[in-house]
């Protein structure tokens, strides 16, 4: 699939609120779960609020266990509407006999508390699966969650949503549709249990340029394909992942209701919105020191590009390799002999390149001798390419992962705790 | 599918060398790799040799790449008939450029030194893929391999198929046929890049039962599929993978040619053998501190059963919640979801189970309350079993898996050296 992608981006500040006319804000409501020594101590509910009803879309897990907060929200916006988001971490309310009706009960105290329906509000919850949620400390937070509602909430609100992240992963650009200067702006959570061939994680964006549902849906399933669903830290797909967007239309701009030069700006915004989120997460993977890229090319089609680009970033020989900056170019081979994919091994060649340099490792199905200092210096930086050419096509894809550390093990080994 | 299983056992000792009639030997040829900072301090050349002319099978990687070795071997054991094995490990000979030659050249030397033509040998390599194997070693160290060939030499055959296994795994058992007492034995290597649905690790298998080639293939198919294709270490299929067996067929017995009784005694003998090296295999998978078995069953079908049973105890998160003790139970479902089969999760129940009790931890889709220091006693045992019931019908499976650990990063981010 080619994305229509058009027209020009700058790079702005603001995450979900760098649009006009979005709130956000982030409380520390207290929220914990059985296991864990301590209740969180940073914000752990976010509400972000347009000032007008929203064109809104969503792309939801594959997990055929999926979270409460799922299942509601894709009734709220099944009319394509939207007015704004409640979201919590710690705590996934997945797996409980009264999920769904908590995730409802958090829809109804944001909307009584903004003066909204119910049905006006996308609910999402991430964290520990399987334990009933405290609704107290929701229903005690809103208050001031609402009261706090700025233009400018968009680290209260973002801190809110984090579970294990070490970064706060935000984004927003501003584009040019029909003459209206527009701004589009993201947030993302995620950085374990994130596997490709789904929505992956919790990712909010807000937008202000005019769109119908119905192409806000159509370029949100277009660019999920190549940015997020092309990420992969653990191979785990989660319960409660979702990306949803809301597009006001206060920028002014006519509506974009078909797939014409307009879209193409809005999609082109989208698309560098979610890929810089994408390697933002992949990067920020549970434990990670090493964001890598692998580009294949070269493949009978896409499809089998893309099946070899995610067999060799979701390889632990592979992944542990990269942790340890050692050049075992055979398990590279190895990953790409066991995709499930029609591949000529024989025809298949490899480079790895980095700020380090560039360093030829396999080429026509065999290893190639290299220097090994020269491996080194391309293998110690925190940006790795892994270039594959499989010699059979025109097919190509690019997919993002990172290194398996200690780190990965010691979070997820206590991770309740 | 059911094995035809029938027939008692006893557990004897010798492993490859149990059987009637079967020599092993293992010296440390000297083999090493590029980036390795020292030759390996242990034997890293053996030889398996029957006194006389036998029945021969094999099961073979399904990775697209496959090492040299594996070509070479397919073909010498086409007719159904081999005489010995020679394996080498720290070098896998696997996408070099001359690698067939190298496998051919190797059975030339042991072929020369017994007295046997190469087509007579089976040959086998384990360790670094994609560096050029060094056929010197070899040549000088096959003449006191071969002149130390003896009825007692599994010891030494084992140590020099080891690359980062912990423990030496091998088995023997004795059973009856046609009033005879037969003999079967074998050993395998194999702790990392080892993932289900393939023909896993290197495995040599040694008998004095008589049977024909055909039935003795049919036997190791069979048992191959729910034995070592069920246990999965890290998700990495190696191109290397080979289960070979060898029948000599001097117990006397009536030779074995078709599904009768017989051969559901031979099949069951061959069952414990692989059954008790799949176990090992998966407790002494890479760093590993647990073994875990996942048995499924009320699947639709047994097909199902080993789906889901597969992506559990291949699930990362799953395998760093064994090796820290927490009873994570939202991992299980949020696995049970991504797993590739027919499931409704609200039938899906679970228990774990260890010699520290027995702890229920889903039912019907929902995370139970549970005791937490009960849950400890379960998890705190070496050996841990996760039941699952899918409540949809009478297909069940067994998989083997290990935790996931800091060791296990440690061994693959700096394997070569």
Chains 1, 2 share one sequence.
Not at 180 to 190: N, V
Not at 223 to 244: F, P
Not at 384 to 391: E, S
Request: aromatic letters at 4%.
């Amino acid at each position: 699939m080619e994305l229509k992608k058009t027209g020009d981006i700058k790079f702005v500040k603001g995450g979900v609120c760098a649009a006009k006319g979005f709130k956000a804000n982030g409380v520390q409501c207290g929220l914990s779960h059985a296991g864990a020594s301590v209740t969180a101590k940073k914000n752990d509910l976010a509400l972000i609020v347009a000032d007008k009803d929203c064109a809104a879309a969503a792309v939801y897990t594959t997990n055929k266990v999926k979270g409460a907060p799922i299942l509601v929200t894709k009734k709220h916006i099944s009319n394509g509407r939207a007015r704004a988001v409640i979201v919590n971490s710690v705590n996934a309310n997945t797996c409980n006999p009264d999920g769904v009706e908590k995730a409802e009960k958090m829809c109804q105290l944001a909307a009584d508390e903004l003066g909204l329906k119910p049905e006006d509000i996308i609910v999402a919850s991430t964290g520990v699966i399987g334990q009933v949620l405290p609704i107290e400390p929701i229903a005690k937070g809103i208050k001031p969650l609402a009261e706090g509602l700025s233009y400018n909430g968009n680290a209260a609100a973002l801190e809110a949503i984090m579970t294990t992240d070490t970064r706060p992963k935000e984004v927003a650009v501003e584009f040019e549709i029909d003459g209206r200067i527009c701004t589009m702006g993201g947030m993302l959570k995620g950085s374990g249990m994130i596997h490709p061939n789904m929505a992956t994680t919790l990712t909010f964006i807000t937008t202000d340029a005019d769109i119908s549902p119905e192409m806000l849906q159509r370029a949100l399933d277009d660019v999920v394909k190549v940015t997020l669903n092309r990420v992969s830290v653990d191979g785990d797909t989660s319960t409660n992942d979702m990306v949803c967007i809301m597009a006001s239309g206060t920028a002014g701009n006519k509506t974009v209701t078909k797939e014409d030069g307009d879209f193409g700006i809005f999609q082109n915004a989208l698309y560098n919105i979610m890929l810089n989120l994408a390697r933002m997460m992949a990067r920020d993977g549970e434990g990670a020191t090493k964001l890598v890229e692998c580009a294949v090319s070269g493949a009978e089609n896409d499809k089998t590009a893309e099946i070899v680009a995610k067999s060799v970033i979701t390889s632990s020989l592979f992944k542990s390799m990269i942790f340890g900056e050692d050049a075992n170019a055979g398990r590279i081979y190895c990953a790409i002999g066991y995709a499930d994919a029609d591949v000529d091994i024989s025809k298949v060649s490899f480079d790895m390149v980095s700020k380090g340099g560039r360093i030829a490792l396999g080429k026509d199905g065999c290893v190639l001798e290299f220097d090994e200092e020269e491996a080194k210096k391309v293998l110690a930086e925190e940006e790795i390419q892994v270039l594959i050419t499989l010699g059979s096509g025109g097919g190509k894809a690019v997919c993002w992962g990172c290194d398996l550390t200690y780190d990965y093990v010691k979070i997820n080994g206590d991770y309740r705790s």
